[in-house]
């Protein structure tokens, strides 16, 4: 049952699109070096989030990814594998 995920993001998305979709409340669920990964609400929709303090990018993820994201950091996974995540996450969009 276990299937090699994808670390890429959905999209890039502006502080306004941010905003937009967080407009109902936001909830930092972790951070780890220059990253937090983030989910906001509007309505009944979650959405999440990666967001890079360093230069201020924001990556709209699935709900996938922030489930995997959020499990190996707090579940015993190893620190730099979650961070080689987040980077790829970073990397996967312009």
């Known amino acids: ?7 890429v993001a959905l999209k890039k998305i ?10 109902d409340g936001m ?4 951070d780890l ?9 509007k309505g009944d929709e979650v959405t999440h989030f990666v967001y890079d303090t ?9 709900l996938r990814t922030s ?4 499990a190996a950091y707090y579940c015993g996974g ?5 961070l080689a995540s987040l980077n790829k996450i970073a990397a996967s969009v312009e």
């Open 1 to 7: 049952m276990s299937t090699k995920i994808e670390f």
């Open 14 to 23: 502006s502080r306004e699109e941010f905003m937009e979709l967080a407009q």
């Open 27 to 30: 909830r930092e669920l972790f």
């Open 33 to 41: 070096e220059q990253y937090k990964v983030l989910d906001g609400a």
């Open 54 to 62: 360093g230069t201020h990018d924001c990556y709209l993820i699935d």
């Open 67 to 70: 489930y995997e994201l959020l």
């Open 78 to 82: 190893d620190k730099q594998t979650v």
